[in-house]
């Protein structure tokens, strides 16, 4: 009765005016429902194979453009091709071409199962066959998945496996994400509270001031000026956004290459580079190692093999020029750590006089110095040095910059920088304009005289 | 002044790019070996994955007209 009801409703609502109990109905007359229900399943199987394929396409646009030399100076295109580098890593390109054959495998499967649904119900026997397949495939991928997380050694490591990997290893790297995302949080709604107070309080300048020398958090970004913040004078544009980019090239080609004339470039390179705290890792054990190699340690007190004096000296003023510089930017924990490890393995190298190069004899006894924190070792014998111009300068600028740390630490400067200073200033005739400019910062550090800002940061001292 | 260190740097240096270029003809050469691995792998990966779509797609077509 109620169906019947329910008919004549129906057939009216549809506008025909029901003449029987099942007139008006209209009837089901497309394919079987399991006909539907396999297209379905063929028609997804399709849909995910060619987004597999648009994406393969897109993944090969991507490498030609990875792989695409671009115009510029060979240092720009030196730096811009490591940040292309640096964006592969953070934006996980080898996990999106990992995953391409997941969307494959789950066509495969979806096809799988079409068939067999398909077959069963058409003809019993030649489904066995299929779902027989089928199924086999199945279980061995699943296997070989389950083995594969299990193991990282197995040699049947599929993109699936991986992933679970990376889920399971994801618990630590979630909740530093979590705390990023926090902090970067707060730090947005503090620029907003600074806004709106700016806003309201406009005419009270902040009080100029001398900021503290341990007290540096460094480039925000890397790309502003640290300097820029001050007030009272003009920002000094210093571009953060190329030391990074430099540092992290050398970072990158240290770990990749050892041969000798590629570090021997990088020794090269480092002094005209700010590390900066920014840098994660100063690479001063690999130096450490490059200039121990450069000594033949059977004779005591060491001495250099023929021909790598040149490699010595580099390596030399690299780690003093990186240790000097992150004791000045940063009292990093880590860095003492490293420090430590190398001064205690450390023998005294700077006594030797090497065939009257007072270029290498210096940098190695400044080395030592800073292993033997300066005071306790024996003082350089800087009246019987003959420096060359850029070693010259080189060293003054690495004395001034050690100088001001030393300064606020101790209150007064170590005896072989007030020995440098007396020595340069002696000299006849007269080092160039930089060096005397150094030198006298230096004085006016002792003399407790704070020297202007603005004229220590410009290029031109004078 | 920590601050201000960093403009001392390549001023007194006499900001020469020699040493720059040096190190950077020797990063490009180690980077072309990387880069030439890098895209030698994908590459080869990506004309798999092609592969396997054009069965696919055939063996999924096969299976509608059945």
Redesign the interface.
């Known amino acids: 009765m109620n169906h019947t009801l329910l008919k004549i409703i129906a057939s009216s609502a549809l506008g025909n005016i029901p003449t029987g109990a099942d007139a008006a109905f209209p009837v089901w007359n497309g394919p079987d429902g399991t006909i539907v229900h396999v297209?379905t399943i063929?028609y997804s199987?399709?849909s995910a194979?060619?987004l597999?394929?648009l994406v393969?396409?897109l993944?090969?646009q991507w490498?030609n453009r990875?792989?695409s030399t671009e115009l510029g100076s060979?240092?720009e295109?030196?730096r811009r091709?490591?940040r292309k580098?640096d964006g592969?890593v953070t934006w996980k390109f080898d996990l999106v071409?990992e995953c391409?054959?997941l969307m494959?495998q789950a066509?495969?499967l979806l096809?799988g199962y079409?068939?067999s649904n398909?077959l069963y119900v058409t003809n019993k026997v030649v489904a066995s066959v299929v779902i027989g397949f089928t199924s086999f495939g199945l279980l061995f991928y699943l296997l070989i998945v389950s083995a594969a997380t299990l193991s990282y050694d197995c040699p049947f490591q599929t993109p699936l496996s991986l992933i679970f990997r990376f889920l399971v290893r994801f618990d630590n790297e979630h909740k530093k994400c979590l705390r990023r995302f926090r902090e970067g949080f707060s730090r947005c709604l503090n620029w907003f509270r600074r806004i709106f107070t700016w806003k309201k309080n406009r005419p009270s300048l902040r009080r100029p001031g001398?900021?503290d020398?341990?007290d540096?958090n460094g480039p925000g970004d890397g790309t502003e000026s640290?300097?820029a913040d001050?007030p009272g004078r003009s920002p000094?544009t210093?571009n953060w956004g190329v030391?990074k980019s430099?540092s992290d090239?050398?970072d990158?080609?240290l770990e990749?290459?050892l041969d000798a004339?590629?570090t021997m470039?990088?020794a090269?390179?480092i002094?005209?580079?700010?590390w900066?705290p920014g840098i994660p890792a100063a690479p001063l054990e690999r130096f450490y190692d490059v200039l121990l190699e450069c000594f033949d340690c059977s004779s005591r007190p060491p001495t250099v093999k023929p021909d790598l004096g040149e490699m010595a000296y580099l390596s030399a003023r690299a780690l003093v020029d990186m240790v000097t510089?992150r004791f000045?930017?940063v009292g990093s924990e880590l860095m003492r750590a490293v420090l430590e490890s190398i001064s205690a393995r450390h023998q005294t190298v700077g006594l030797r006089d090497y065939e009257g190069d007072s270029d290498l004899k210096s940098t190695l006894g400044i080395f030592d110095h800073i292993l033997g924190n300066w005071e306790s070792s024996t003082s350089m014998d800087w009246q019987n040095f003959t420096f060359t111009i850029?070693h010259h300068?080189?060293m003054?600028?690495n004395l001034?910059?050690h100088a001001?740390?030393a300064i606020q630490t101790f209150d007064s400067l170590p005896s072989d920088i007030r020995g440098f200073i007396l020595h340069s200033l002696r000299l006849d005739p007269s080092p160039p304009a930089?060096i005397v400019a150094?030198c006298l910062f230096m004085i006016g550090l002792l003399l407790d005289v704070q020297?202007p800002?603005?004229a220590?940061?410009?290029?031109?001292?004078r | 002044m920590a601050r201000s260190l960093p403009g001392l740097r390549p001023s007194v240096l006499g900001a020469t790019d020699s040493a720059h270029i040096g190190f950077y003809d020797k990063f490009h050469r180690i980077a072309d070996d990387h880069d030439r691995d890098f895209v030698k792998k994908y590459d080869g990966d990506l004309d798999t994955t092609l592969i396997f779509v054009s069965l696919l797609r055939i063996s999924t077509l096969v299976s509608f007209s059945c």
């Not at chain 1, 002094?271 to 700010?274: G, H, R």
């Not at chain 1, 220590?456 to 001292?461: E, G, Q, R, T, W």
Request: glycine letters at 2%; a positive charge.
């Open positions: 297209q063929l199987s399709l194979s060619l597999a394929a393969a396409m993944g090969k490498l990875y792989a060979i240092i295109r030196g091709r490591k580098m592969m071409m391409l054959p494959l066509a495969l096809l079409a068939l398909y001398v900021p020398l341990f540096w640290p300097a001050l000094v210093l030391y430099d090239c050398i990158w080609t990749k290459s004339d590629v470039a990088i090269r390179v002094p005209e580079i700010v900066h510089q000045a930017f850029p300068s080189w003054s600028s001034l910059t001001i740390p930089q150094d020297p800002l603005n220590l940061s410009s290029p031109d001292k």
